[in-house]
Nanobody
Framework: QVQLVESGGGLVQAGGSLRLSCAAS????????VGWFRQAPGKERDFVAS????????YYADSMNGRFTISRDNAQKMVYLQMNSLKSEDTAVYYC????????????????????WGQGTQVTVSS
């Protein structure tokens, strides 16, 4: 079992930045991949980015256009999502998720690929 807790969401003006944090606990072995997803009101949950637990590999949704960066701190069992140049369309609940599937990150971009989820953190970007 892996437990995940997100933090760092809030209200920010368009063009601003936020850093989301995901604290992991439990069986966080080196095979664990961690991803960020987001869900806007009335829309499906979309993949944002993922990272191997070792941090060697990362993968991003094309729509992020280099504005978001995923990283990790193994010692602290934390995964971060740095979000820059935020736009109103980035407004959503952001979720941290983990999986122990041993697959390339590029294939782990659907919510059904992940077995463990945090409760989500709200990000609101005002225009």
């Amino acid at each position: 079992q892996v437990q995940l807790v997100e933090s760092g969401g809030g209200l920010v003006q368009a063009g601003g930045s936020l850093r989301l944090s995901c604290a992991a606990s439990g069986r966080t072995s080196t095979s664990v991949r961690v991803g960020w997803f987001r869900q806007a009101p009335g829309k499906e949950r979309d993949f944002v980015a993922s990272i191997s637990w070792t941090g060697v590999s990362t993968y991003y949704a094309d729509s992020m256009n280099g504005r978001f960066t995923i990283s990790r701190d193994n010692a602290q069992k934390m995964v971060y999502l740095q979000m820059n140049s935020l736009k109103s369309e980035d407004t959503a609940v952001y979720y941290c998720a983990a999986t122990q599937r041993v697959q390339p990150l590029s294939t782990l971009k659907h919510d059904y690929d992940y077995d463990y989820w945090g409760q989500g953190t709200q990000v609101t970007v005002s225009s």
